[in-house]
């Protein structure tokens, strides 16, 4: 989808459009504009403008010719990045029939400005392209948008520059996840992936169903086979110049672009949103067409683990064994935990090219959502400091995530009596999500010093589509989480 235009200007005179005038929540609520525009705190109160985050009041300002729509977006009790980007996505559902909208934020620096156009920008975003009338949604934003921010200077106008490049690929990973499975099988992922890679100079390199067998993928192979849409292994790698001495960041995103559960069948309320659970691999594709935008002077690799999971003659029955690649074998016990089977011959690729770490991106267990709720993060892996590092980027970029441990014990429920390991334990519910990732630990490889290589694995079962009401700058259906925290971790690496 298009984002809305950004542009930056001098004063607000210098462009058409509602005014965005955020407010500050307090005992005396405060305008944050550098004009007062006759909207004191007395009147402020009157307008029941308290400047409570969510909140947007629509006024007049000015008199006469000089006379304009005005909109009173409240920040909240603090003014910081993340409540800047909410007032940004609030705003912009609030336009109604305005398309074009001024922000004065006074004197605003070059991150706050960047954080509310990207709220903005992603609170623009619509769900319509299988829509044939106007919906009449107060969730949805109407029309295509526009946004002038006052500022000034090169640090302004790149910020600005760099929440457009964010929101595009916020709002890339929110599309894919959106389509509906009957228009993005594997094969169709693979092409788009393609098609976003070549136009910014990123090597690709797709593995079809026999290359997959010849690789020794039987995750990959074992969960697509029940499927008449043949499943595909994309690899990506932005590699500047600049980069050489860099370190190398690998991604492994779960691309199951519909899962019914396999033999293993979901019931039918159950299987409603199982589009979303390719968000983790459209969240890789995103990230690095927005590393790649941004020239950030970081290797980085992504592994697109896709795959369709589906009942058939030809499916994968519980008590099958797979090999995966590296040789580990794996005795399927419950077909629905297939996304552990592609993530593991995604991580043992990712491990044999030794980078300095690997983020796995799943939508990956419903246990996910029990411990956490629907918008935070689990974030788990075997090493701490990069697990820090992943989370102070969360912090930055304000997508909830929480550190959860991987306990030892874990470790001795993955036994089996005919593999290596199994990939479940049907009838024990005791830390699913945990019993998930110590399952793909066990397919983390060595450095060259042969150590294990620093592993963060990211749960977005939770937090990666909204079924509510838009709050904030996140719609409803695909919410496009972790992209923006991927991006700012790799960001930090090159600061």
């Known amino acids: ?55 947007a009041t629509r006024v007049l300002v000015g008199d006469g010719d000089e006379e304009r729509t005005a909109l009173l977006i409240g920040v909240g009790d603090e003014r910081d990045a993340e409540s800047l980007r909410r007032a940004g996505g609030v705003a912009a559902r609030a336009l109604g029939a305005d398309t074009a909208a001024v922000l004065d934020l006074g004197a605003a620096a070059a991150e706050e400005l960047e954080a509310f156009a990207t709220g903005f920008a992603l609170g623009a975003h619509k769900l319509d392209r299988y ?91 074992g969960v697509g086979q029940g499927s008449a849409n043949p499943p595909r292994l994309v690899r990506l790698s932005w590699s500047p110049a600049e980069a050489a001495d860099a370190p190398h960041v690998a991604l492994v995103g779960k691309g199951i672009t519909f899962d019914t ?14 589009k979303f659970d390719m968000s983790g691999a459209a969240s890789v594709l995103a990230s690095i067409t927005a590393i790649a935008r941004l020239g950030i002077p970081v290797r980085v690799s992504g592994w697109l683990c896709l795959a369709e999971n589906m009942p058939s003659a030809h499916s994968i029955k519980p008590d099958d064994v797979l090999r995966m690649r590296g040789g580990t074998t794996v005795e399927v016990t419950n077909t629905d935990a297939e996304g552990r089977l592609v993530l593991a011959d995604g991580l043992v690729l990712a491990s044999e090219a030794k980078p300095d770490v690997i983020i796995d991106i799943a939508t990956l267990t419903g246990a996910a959502i029990i411990a956490l709720g629907n918008r935070t993060t689990g974030v788990m892996g075997n090493e701490e400091t990069w697990r820090e590092r992943v989370l102070a980027a969360a912090g930055t970029t304000g997508e909830a995530m929480w550190s959860m441990p991987i306990p030892e014990e874990i470790a001795d429920r993955l036994d089996s009596n005919v593999a290596d390991l199994v990939n479940a334990k049907p009838g024990d519910r005791a830390a699913g999500m945990l019993f998930a990732a110590a399952f793909l630990e066990r397919f983390v490889g060595d450095d ?6 620093p592993w963060v694995h990211l749960d977005i079962a939770g937090p990666a589509d909204n079924g509510g009401g838009a709050h904030g700058y996140t719609p409803k259906g695909a919410t496009g989480v972790p992209v923006r925290t991927l991006v700012e971790t790799v960001a930090a690496l090159a600061r």
């Open 131 to 221: 829509v044939t009338n106007d919906s009449e949604d107060d969730d949805e934003p109407a029309g295509e948008r526009a946004l002038s921010l006052i500022g000034e200077g090169d640090e302004a106008a790149a910020a600005v520059e760099r929440a457009g490049v964010l929101a595009e690929a916020v709002c890339l990973a929110r599309d894919l996840a959106n389509t509906p499975s009957n228009d993005l099988v594997p094969e169709d992922f693979a092409q788009i992936a393609v098609e976003r890679a070549e136009a910014l100079g990123i090597e690709v390199e797709v593995w079809d169903e026999p290359r997959l067998a010849d690789e020794g993928c039987g995750g990959l192979i």
């Open 1 to 55: 989808m298009q984002i809305p235009e950004l542009q930056l200007i001098a004063a607000a005179a210098d462009a058409d459009g509602a005014l965005l005038l955020p407010v500050l929540a307090g005992d005396e609520p405060a305008l944050l504009a550098a004009d007062d525009y006759g909207l004191t705190a007395e009147r402020l109160r009157r307008l029941d403008a308290t400047g409570k985050a969510g909140r």
């Open 261 to 274: 559960g396999g033999l293993s069948l979901k019931p039918p309320a159950s299987m409603v949103g199982m």
């Open 448 to 453: 060259d010093r042969g150590e294990p290589i």
